[in-house]
């Protein structure tokens, strides 16, 4: 199997009867024949998977060979955003979130920077040095739960500097950012913060290398 980008192409009725018809459309006008399509790949939004009006069954009534198969690598992602429904991890995620809210300020944003610096002279000094080469947090991707590996990889690294930044912080002048310093530190020691995090930080370095791989140009069908 082999990809190509053919082309964007502006929608401006988002259902499935005007979704094939400008793929259908679309094809002929590149001068692809479509009676050779032998399948269609597409998330499982309703609008393209819909067993009544669907895009891939309403392709498929015209078209007889063009087999919809589900996207794999967003299977993966499904199963993960379901299985993370349990509300330690998903207040974990919520912390992680408002932490990275938090820092991103141009003046809170030079004392983790400071910090920072500081951590990763100190990591060089005990072995051949920090592994991370980050200079900020990332934030957590909204929609796509495997994506969001960089982002809980770098903040369970970095928490050390998180931590310190947040005890400089309370001793601020400016009420306000000291007591969300405060309260976020408070949410980050907690037990259960922890333990949840080095969870997902764990299990996410499985699944993001299987969504990498699910996505590669040269996978075949056997193999996805």
Not at 24 to 53: F, P, T
Not at 97 to 109: A, D
Not at 115 to 131: A, H
């Amino acid at each position: 199997m082999h990809e190509d980008f053919l082309k964007f192409v502006p929608i401006y009725e988002v259902n499935g009867r005007n979704l094939a018809n400008i793929i259908v459309e679309e094809l002929k006008n590149m001068n692809i024949e479509v009676n050779n399509l032998r399948g269609q790949g597409y998330d499982g939004a309703a609008v393209m998977s819909g067993k009544m009006n669907g895009v891939a069954v309403l392709v498929k009534k015209e078209y007889p060979t063009a087999l919809y198969i589900h996207c794999s690598s967003h299977n993966l992602n499904l199963s993960i955003s379901y299985s993370c429904n349990i509300p330690e991890i998903r207040n974990t995620m919520g912390t992680i979130e408002s932490g990275y809210l938090f820092l991103n300020t141009p003046k809170r944003q030079i004392v983790f920077s400071e910090k920072l610096n500081l951590f990763k002279e100190e990591e060089k000094l005990k072995d051949d040095g920090c592994q991370s080469k980050k200079l900020k947090l990332k934030r957590l991707c909204p929609t796509r739960w495997v994506e969001r590996h960089n982002s809980v990889e770098i903040f369970y690294d970095f928490l050390p500097v998180i931590l310190s930044s947040l005890e400089e912080m309370i001793t601020w002048s400016d009420k306000d950012t000291a007591t969300k310093a405060n309260q976020l530190l408070l949410a980050l020691q907690a037990s259960e913060f922890n333990i949840s995090l080095a969870i997902i930080n764990k299990m996410f370095k499985y699944t993001k290398p299987l969504s990498i791989y699910l996505q590669k140009q040269n996978i075949d069908l056997c193999e996805a």
